[in-house]
């Protein structure tokens, strides 16, 4: 049992070149979610889903886009990255109470 | 004003001591609580769910005040291991299974 599973863990990015996180589960769970974690900004929500084919927009999603094609997958998609987009991203997923999260992706944009 | 708002750290403390955590939040919908704790460059890992009539696992002891909109987690008889940040989540029933993150707290505990 893998959990959550992201991909990349480290990628360092050229300023407007695109990339695409992924997040795997394999718990089966219906609800996932991906933050970005400044410093001392705690984890802000960029987007999440509520099952498969479903996306909803968190406090963060500009400059972001995200795909539940497949329910143990959300794909979280950068399309022109900037700077400011330099930070470490969790997935997370949840059935409903406790959380799991990835072990993270650390992006930096340059 | 933020939906989920916890103290501000960083907390010093020496071991032994005994400290407290408050975070409030805004949405008197709001259903499911939860303490997460975060250590350096890691993933957050659950600590301890929050149920409406206290609940308490060893030396952490977690309360939820639906009336003044807040809960709390004390941690008695400090640990140097305790040393993390202490993430406050709340769940708004009303937005459809959106999580909403405290800033965070810092506990640093010192020998």
């Known amino acids: 049992n893998a959990g959550v599973t992201q991909t990349p863990k480290f990628r360092v990015l050229k300023t407007g070149q695109s990339m695409t996180l992924l997040c795997a589960q394999d718990m089966n769970h219906e609800y996932m979610y991906w933050y970005r974690q400044d410093p001392g900004m705690g984890l802000r929500l960029i987007h999440y889903?509520?099952?498969?084919?479903?996306?909803a927009k968190g406090e963060v999603p500009d400059g972001y886009n995200v795909s539940r094609l497949k329910k143990q997958n959300f794909l979280l998609g950068l399309e022109s990255a900037a700077p400011s987009q330099t930070s470490v991203y969790f997935c997370?997923?949840?059935?409903?109470?406790?959380?799991?999260f990835g072990e993270g992706s650390w992006l930096t944009v340059v | 004003r933020k939906e989920v708002e916890q103290d501000p750290g960083p907390f010093n403390v020496p071991e032994g001591a005994t400290v407290a955590f408050n975070c409030t939040y805004s949405n008197s919908a709001s259903q499911s609580f939860f303490w997460y704790r975060q250590d350096c460059r890691k993933e957050p890992k659950l600590l301890m769910s929050?149920?409406?009539s206290g609940n308490e696992d060893g030396r952490f002891t977690a309360q939820l005040n639906r009336a003044s909109q807040y809960i709390s987690l004390l941690i008695r008889d400090s640990k140097l291991s305790d040393s993390a940040t202490y993430l406050c989540?709340?769940?708004?029933?009303?937005?459809?299974?959106?999580?909403?993150f405290g800033q965070g707290t810092e506990l640093s505990v010192k020998p």
């Open positions: 997370a997923s949840t059935p409903g109470n406790t959380i799991y």
């Open positions: 889903s509520v099952g498969e084919g479903t996306t």
């Open positions: 989540v709340v769940n708004p029933l009303n937005q459809g299974g959106k999580l909403i």
């Open positions: 929050v149920y409406s």
